[in-house]
Antibody, heavy 118, light 109 residues
């Protein structure tokens, strides 16, 4: 079945780095744009970044520009390199498949928790 | 930046009642780019409605979406106990490319 599984979360110190991964299965990964969405504890959803199917273009929310880098391979994996982490980056990070029209997210992973604390 | 406002913040209803959730955008948005998600406690979000009124695969027909311009509505025609969740609207635009509303929490009386 169609599935996304995130990994790589954990505890990092302010200014530190983490690399998140998302493994896709059950669909042709290379046909879809992919997205990262995060949710701080007890808060709402916040879009972080997305990347086109060919990796030709990526976009980020302002608060992570210059610190986070989204990438993907040609097989089945999406990545989020997070550098210079801040306390307000603490959240569950979800990998999501962007639907064909590019406007919404039709498949979500279970998420991976990132905690930034000294 | 387009801001989405959802109301009410919390909706408390009895099983079988009709739930009406509102999402208002700070400016007119393309109805093709408005979606709704359901997030049950401890779970990841699930797509309910896309392009304002199209149900996602496997979504029961008691869920429906409507609206245009800046005002959109998610309706649950007959509330079931398993509908306890937070519901988010989301739009696609520019800078930031995607935005979510703050959510409406649906509770069962």
């Amino acid at each position: 079945q169609v599935q996304l599984v995130e990994s790589g979360g954990g505890l990092a110190k302010p200014g530190g780095s983490l690399r998140l991964s998302c493994e896709a299965s059950g669909f042709i990964f290379g046909h879809y744009y992919m997205t990262w969405v995060r949710q701080a504890p007890g808060k709402g959803l916040e879009w972080v970044s997305y990347i086109t199917s060919s990796s030709s273009y990526a976009d980020y929310r302002d608060s992570v520009k210059g610190r986070f880098t989204i990438s993907r391979d040609n097989v089945n994996s999406l990545f989020l390199q997070m550098d210079d982490l801040r306390a307000d980056d603490t959240a569950v990070y979800y990998c999501a498949r962007t639907a064909a029209n590019g406007a919404h997210f039709d498949v979500w992973g279970r998420g991976t928790l990132v905690t930034v604390s000294s | 930046e387009i801001v989405l406002t959802q109301s009410p913040g919390t909706l408390s209803l009895s099983p079988g009642e009709r739930a009406t959730l509102s999402c208002r955008a700070s400016q007119v948005i393309n109805s093709a780019f408005l979606a709704w998600y359901q997030q049950k406690p401890g779970q990841s979000p699930r797509l309910l409605i896309y392009a304002t009124s199209s149900r996602a695969t496997g979504i029961p027909d008691r869920f429906s979406g409507s609206g245009s311009g800046p005002d959109f509505t998610l309706t649950i025609s007959r509330l079931e106990p398993e509908d306890i969740a937070v519901y988010y609207c989301q739009q696609y635009g520019s800078s930031p490319r995607f935005t979510f509303g703050p959510g409406t929490k649906v509770e069962i009386k």
